[in-house]
Nanobody, 119 residues
């Protein structure tokens, strides 16, 4: 089975920098999109950013140029950097990856890592 291992969450100060990493393990396969979502308390899970297998990047509407995402296909790893995080960025961040096609797509999720932005 596929496992998405997440790291980098924790307590960060407003205006600092946040970096999250996700590495997939398990059977040898290729993903389509791979990236990060987040879910704040009482809110719907939303896209932060992800990268397709073709290198096309999607960003959440809140990003405002603060997000940098990179994907290493050989290592099956995706890294997320957020500049100037604010308290509103506090959420559980989930690594996400999918494989297959529109008819046979399989989606994988990490266990989630808590990010808390506070002075």
């Amino acid at each position: 089975q596929v496992r998405l291992a997440e790291s980098g969450g924790g307590l960060v100060e407003p205006g600092g920098s946040l970096r999250l990493s996700c590495t997939a393990s398990g059977d040898d396969f290729e993903f389509n999109a791979m990236g990060w979502y987040r879910q704040a308390a009482g809110k719907k899970r939303e896209l932060v950013a992800d990268v397709g297998s073709n290198g096309v990047t999607r960003y959440g509407e809140f990003v405002k140029g603060r997000i940098t995402i990179s994907r290493d296909n050989a290592e099956k790893r995706v890294d997320l950097q957020m500049d100037s995080p604010q308290p509103d960025d506090t959420a559980v961040y989930y690594c996400n990856a999918d494989s297959g096609s529109s008819s046979y797509r399989t989606e994988y999720w990490g266990q989630g890592t808590q990010v808390t932005v506070s002075p």
